[in-house]
């Protein structure tokens, strides 16, 4: 399973080219939010893959989270569903695209948690300069992946 990194820009380019077959989509997008004066929509995947999860969050920090009203256990709350949908990807043989706005940040910290989880390698993208990996969003994910896993695991009887 290969995961790629994605900023809208990029992935919109893609969209408008040669948009890979076999692929599951996650992607972030900021919440409907009154205090900003740009809204950004989801990107629109219509037509070129029917395995997106859209998730609608704030790039934010764990000091923050309060600032929104938030706590960790309340912050990401589709982490176990985005759990679920990459297992199910992979069981599929599909490759993943983690999208953000502008490819940094939440998809950066979503792609180092699925390569940490299937490959322990997922340190490679926090040493990669171009990336800022939000690691809430990393901690959610890699937590929901692992706790899925554990799920998954029949003890014999």
Do not use: W
Not at 65 to 85: H, I, K, N, Q, R
Not at 119 to 143: E, L
């Amino acid at each position: 399973m290969n995961v790629s990194i994605y900023s809208r820009k990029a992935i919109e380019q893609l969209l408008n080219a040669n948009f890979p077959n076999n692929v599951a989509v996650i992607s972030f997008c900021d919440p409907v939010d009154c205090c900003k004066s740009v809204i950004h929509t989801p990107v629109d995947y219509t037509g070129k893959t029917d395995r997106v999860v859209h998730v609608a969050i704030h790039d934010i920090d764990l000091s923050v989270l309060p600032e929104f009203g938030l706590t960790y256990e309340t912050y990401f709350p589709e982490a176990d569903s985005v759990a679920e949908f990459i297992y199910s990807a992979k069981r599929d043989g599909m490759d993943i695209i983690c999208q953000c706005e502008y490819g940094e940040s939440r998809s950066s910290g979503c792609a180092a948690a699925i390569l940490e989880h299937f490959y322990k390698n997922g340190i490679s993208i926090f040493a990669d300069y171009r990336y800022y990996p939000n690691q809430v969003v990393y901690h959610k994910v890699f937590d929901a992946l692992e706790n899925y896993k554990r799920k998954m695991v029949v003890p014999y009887a």
